[in-house]
C-alpha cells in the first residue's frame, strides 16, 4: 500500500478526515430565538431516534461534501440536519465521504442576513451538489416564511401543507408543524417534529415532566378515593351509633378507633 506521499507524488490526494477539517468557525446563532428553535427541533426527534439502531441528528456544524468545498474552505453547514441508516456517536462535523451518505432531511433558519442565500444558493447546493431528499426552511420571527421541497427526479418540488396544516417528512415517516407554546421560558409559535397523526414529538425533558404530571395526577386520583372511603366508613359508623350500638362494637366493625368513633 502506498504511503499518503507516494499517492501524492502522483498527484492522488487522501480526502481528509473530520479529525483534519475545521469543525468551529467561533459564529453564533443569529439570535437566542434561533439557538432554542435548533435545539427544540434536535431535542423533539433524539427520543425518537433514540429508539432506532441507526441514525443521527445535529446542528450548526459543518457539512462537507466535496474537496472543492474544502479547498475555498466554505465550512459553514445547516441549522438542522438528520441522517438515516448511519453509526450513532459523536461527530465533530458530517464528512460525507466518510459516512458514505449526505443527510437526509436538512432544516435552515431564515433571518434577515441568510434568507436570500437560504433560499437560493444553498437551495441549489442541497439539490445538485448533495442531493438532499428534503429541505425545509422556517423563519423563527416571520412563522409564515416556512417552505418544505422534496427531491423528484433530481429537482426539488414544493411540499404542499395537508389538511391539517403540517408538512410531511416521507424520509422520516413524520410531519413539521408550528405549535404555539413555552419552550426554555419564551412562548411563540415553534416548528416541531409530530407523528402524522398530530401527536407532538415531546423533548426528553417534556416526557419527564409528562411522567411527573400524571404521577401527580395519579396520586391526586388515589388521595380522592381514599378520603371518599374514609367518609363512606364515618358515615356507615354514624348510622350504627345512630342504632345505640356500643362504640366498641361500631370500631370492632369499620376498623376506625375508638377515639374516631367517640369524634363522631
Avoid at 100 to 107: A, G, N, S
Avoid at 238 to 244: K, Y
Wanted: net charge negative.
Amino acid at each position: 500500500m502506498m504511503t499518503p506521499a507516494e499517492l501524492a507524488s502522483f498527484g492522488i490526494t487522501i480526502p481528509p478526515t473530520q479529525d483534519e477539517l475545521p469543525y468551529s468557525d467561533g459564529d453564533k446563532m443569529e439570535s437566542e430565538r434561533h439557538k432554542l428553535q435548533m435545539e427544540l427541533l434536535i431535542d423533539g426527534l433524539l427520543p425518537w431516534l433514540n429508539q432506532r439502531d441507526d441514525g443521527y441528528v445535529g446542528g450548526d456544524m459543518f457539512v462537507y461534501y466535496s474537496m472543492a468545498q474544502v479547498k475555498n474552505q466554505d465550512f459553514k453547514g445547516p441549522d438542522f440536519f438528520v441522517a438515516l441508516g448511519v453509526p450513532k456517536g459523536e461527530r465533530k462535523s458530517w464528512v460525507c465521504w466518510e459516512e458514505e451518505k449526505t443527510p437526509d432531511v436538512i432544516i435552515e433558519l431564515l433571518s434577515d442576513s441568510t434568507a436570500e442565500k437560504d433560499k437560493h444558493e444553498k437551495k441549489l447546493i442541497y439539490q445538485n451538489r448533495m442531493h438532499v431528499p428534503e429541505y425545509f426552511w422556517y423563519d423563527p420571527f416571520n412563522v409564515e416564511d416556512w417552505a418544505g421541497f422534496r427531491l423528484v427526479g433530481g429537482t426539488y418540488q414544493p411540499i404542499a401543507l395537508n389538511e391539517q396544516g403540517a408538512m410531511v417528512s416521507e424520509v422520516l415517516g413524520l410531519t413539521l408543524i408550528r405549535w404555539q407554546g413555552l419552550f426554555k421560558n419564551v412562548e411563540t409559535t415553534w416548528l416541531r417534529w409530530a407523528y402524522p397523526d398530530g401527536t407532538l414529538l415531546l423533548t426528553a425533558e417534556e416526557q419527564e415532566r409528562q411522567r411527573a404530571d400524571q404521577e401527580r395526577q395519579r396520586a391526586d386520583q388515589e388521595r380522592q378515593r381514599a378520603d371518599q372511603a374514609e367518609i363512606q366508613v364515618q358515615q356507615i359508623a354514624r348510622n350504627l351509633l345512630q342504632t345505640g350500638m356500643p362504640i366498641e362494637q361500631v370500631a370492632q366493625i369499620t376498623g376506625l378507633a375508638i377515639a374516631q368513633v367517640e369524634a363522631l
